[in-house]
């Protein structure tokens, strides 16, 4: 039988799979402490905890590494407004990006019942956000007090090591292959952070896959300035 083509190989674009189990997971002194929150959610003192840190630092994959082992339901937080209590099964729960709810007076009364329907069922919470509760904004005071009780673990900005490990995981994730080169140069070019990763990786994907042909030191060169003259 003939191998089934991959359809990135012929220019289809279609969305890149990351890979969000343990083993995929990149520890650095960055996210490791918060990496071990994670693990202890057993002994987690009020039974919830919130997970805080830039845009594409690693908030998603912990939560659903949390799931994985805490057999959890991961809600995305503008799903909220338009979900019931019933549709939630008692139990450990996950939801992503928990400060957008913040002005939002439906999701803030769901969440509010599902927080007390999670906890008094005997489950774990966890809550992933950019920042911590106090800066959300959130009106619901009943709500506020709540998740202000919560533990807090954060995600910090990338050290060098990391940085660079997350490229060729974001290159893989979208199946091109670099040179470790490349990687350094994007590495000490770029601006450091998560979001410009995922950002810079998406595009050079689109350029090859446009251009049929590898991505190369060039390429990165030329995304780069436009990138640096757009941002100036």
Request: charged share 25%.
């Amino acid at each position: 039988m003939a191998a089934r083509a991959d359809p990135r190989q012929l220019g289809l674009d279609l969305p890149a799979r990351p890979a969000l189990g343990r083993e995929a997971f990149l520890v650095s002194p960055c996210n490791d402490v918060a990496l071990a929150q994670i693990d202890a959610w057993r002994d987690w003192p009020t039974r919830k905890l919130v997970l805080t840190g830039p845009p594409g630092s690693g908030k998603t994959h912990l939560a659903h590494i949390w799931a994985a082992e805490a057999e959890a339901r991961v809600l995305a937080a503008p799903d909220l407004a338009s979900a019931t209590p019933a549709e939630v099964a008692p139990g450990n729960l996950a939801v992503e990006d928990a400060d957008r709810i913040a002005g939002d007076a439906e999701a803030e009364r769901m969440l509010f019942h599902l927080h007390n329907m999670v906890l008094e069922s005997g489950g774990s919470l966890l809550l992933t956000a950019r920042e911590a509760p106090a800066r959300w904004g959130v009106r619901l005071p009943d709500l506020a007090s709540r998740i202000g009780a919560a533990g807090l673990a954060g995600l910090n900005a990338p050290d060098d090591d990391l940085l660079r490990a997350v490229l060729v995981k974001l290159f893989a994730d979208c199946q091109q292959a670099v040179s470790p080169r490349l990687v350094d140069y994007l590495a000490t070019h770029m601006d450091r952070s998560f979001a410009a990763a995922r950002r810079i990786v998406a595009r050079l994907d689109g350029l090859a896959l446009a251009s049929r042909s590898r991505i190369t030191r060039e390429m990165a060169r030329r995304l780069l300035e436009e990138d640096h003259a757009t941002r100036a």
